[in-house]
Nanobody
């Protein structure tokens, strides 16, 4: 079993910053891509940023220049530094990881965190 536990959400005013963290635990033999997604009320879940095991990153256009994703492989943890927050960034943010649980499998399965609320007021 693999668990992803997120922290760092909250309420801020526009222009403020938050830092989200997500720690993976359990059967985490190898972790490939880790990412952050958001889901606003009435909308589909969408990717904000992702980082590969080697450190390559990708960002949605809407967050480029404002959000920074990073990871600490030794701690199986991914971070999302969010700056210059806007009311449109209000959403539940979910952590995602592609995890290979052990040597008995060569496949990576997708896991999700429980979500953390980010609310940005104008």
């Amino acid at each position: 079993q693999v668990q992803l536990v997120e922290s760092g959400g909250g309420a801020v005013q526009a222009g403020g910053s938050l830092r989200l963290s997500c720690a993976a635990s359990g059967s985490t033999f190898s972790i490939n891509t880790m990412g952050w997604y958001r889901q606003a009320p009435g909308k589909q879940r969408e990717l904000d940023a992702a980082v590969s095991s080697s450190g390559s990153t990708t960002y949605a256009d809407s967050v480029k220049g404002r959000f920074t994703i990073s990871r600490d492989n030794a701690k199986n943890t991914v971070y999302l530094q969010m700056n210059s927050l806007k009311p449109d960034d209000t959403a539940v943010y979910y952590c995602n990881a592609a995890v290979r649980s052990g040597t008995w499998t060569r496949y990576y399965d997708d896991y999700w965190g429980q979500g953390t609320q980010v609310t940005v007021s104008s």
